[in-house]
């Protein structure tokens, strides 16, 4: 009989989708319903994500009989991520906690829709600094163009493709457009697709991966917003390999692991003009001879970068307040 000290039977594989104490493991191609072994929910409670979707696990088979719905298995083992998309979190007992949206990623995919909803830019400076920060390559998907193609070409989105290099798709979940660039883009990859809610994140997939008949929701007519259709982040395999990932719609993104003096590193954009600052450790904010401030005077660097720049590092001062506790 294989006791638990037997890892001959153990399995590696990739968790799919997290739940509260179980989660569902991907080795090859079977899906194994989990639970979690005792001693690794002790060891993580304080993050209260002991697994998340993308984590690499080793799972350990339990026999056919032990569990009638299907293949079901002990999750043994976590891997260390190699990286993590996350966020400050309110925790329900005040303040705040990390939230890990998911692990192991390769590329994070921005989905950003150009009418019903508006494009909310300062979400897409956010999560630019959420990949950027973990060295996880970001993507822009500028969905619904059928709805507004003039929205489509707002220089905003040759800024980022062109200054910053990041990938600009432009596509139509509803004509089609744009998604064999889209469907290139993640093949063979692990992405996430993250953006608010009713920007077409699991119509797109459903295009992508046409068997996944992935629920879509209507955007309501007043307001304009998404109703929250998606309320898991769950990852599937593409048919040309990789795996994606569809997750619920974003209401913000709070960037939770970057020390404010490092923020400067994610806007490599605002990297030359920071040479003729007068300090090395301008914060580019109140000091005195910032380069940058006055490259954005000149025009030469637009000034809505330098904002969600700013922003983003009076949210990190608050953390670093909060968790030092003054
Ligand atoms: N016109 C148009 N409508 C689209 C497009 N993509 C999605 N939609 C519509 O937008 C609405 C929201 O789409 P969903 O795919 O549910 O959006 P989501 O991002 O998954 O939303 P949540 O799951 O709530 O986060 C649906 O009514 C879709 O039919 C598109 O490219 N063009
Ligand atoms: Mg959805
Ligand atoms: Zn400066």
């Given at each position: ?9 153990w399995r590696d594989g990739r968790v799919i989708r997290a739940?509260?104490?179980t989660c569902r493991v991907a080795t090859g191609?079977v899906v194994y319903l989990c639970r979690l ?14 697994v998340?979707a993308g984590d690499e696990v080793r799972v350990r088979p ?9 293949p079901a298995a002990v999750v043994e083992?976590v ?156 990852l ?91």
């Amino acid at each position: 009989m294989a006791g638990t000290r037997d890892t001959t039977e153990w399995r590696d594989g990739r968790v799919i989708r997290a739940g509260a104490g179980t989660c569902r493991v991907a080795t090859g191609d079977v899906v194994y319903l989990c639970r979690l072994r005792g001693r690794l929910k002790k060891g993580r409670q304080q993050t209260q994500t002991v697994v998340v979707a993308g984590d690499e696990v080793r799972v350990r088979p339990l026999p056919p009989e032990a569990e009638a719905a299907g293949p079901a298995a002990v999750v043994e083992e976590v891997r260390p991520r190699r990286n993590s998309i996350v966020r400050r979190a309110a925790r329900r007992t005040g303040g705040h906690r990390a939230q890990v949206l998911m692990a192991n990623l390769d590329q994070l995919v921005i989905v950003q829709s150009v009418a019903e909803p508006p494009p909310q830019g300062s979400l897409v400076d956010r999560l630019l600094v959420g990949a950027t920060s973990q060295d996880v390559a970001p993507v822009i998907c500028l969905n619904k163009i059928d709805l507004a193609p003039d929205v489509a070409s707002d220089p905003r989105w040759d800024y980022y493709a062109d200054t910053l290099g990041v990938t600009v798709v432009q596509t139509s979940a509803e004509t089609g457009a744009g998604m064999d660039a889209l469907a290139e883009i993640l093949r063979d990859q692990v992405s996430l697709l993250l953006g608010a809610s009713g920007v077409g994140k699991s119509s797109l997939l459903n295009v992508i991966e046409p068997g996944l008949g992935l629920r879509t929701g209507e955007v309501t007519g007043k307001t304009g917003l998404g109703r929250h259709t998606t309320t898991h982040t769950e990852l599937f395999p593409l048919t040309g390999g990789g795996f994606i990932a569809d997750s619920p719609g974003l209401r913000g993104f709070d960037v939770w692991e970057v020390a404010p003096e490092s923020l400067r590193e994610c806007f490599p954009d605002l990297a030359d003009a920071a040479w003729d600052c007068r300090f090395r450790s301008c914060l580019h904010r109140d000091e005195p001879d910032c380069g940058v401030k006055a490259a954005v005077a000149r025009g030469e660097l637009p000034a809505w970068r330098h904002e969600a720049y700013l922003d983003i590092l009076r949210d990190l001062e608050d953390r670093q307040r909060e968790v030092q506790g003054y």
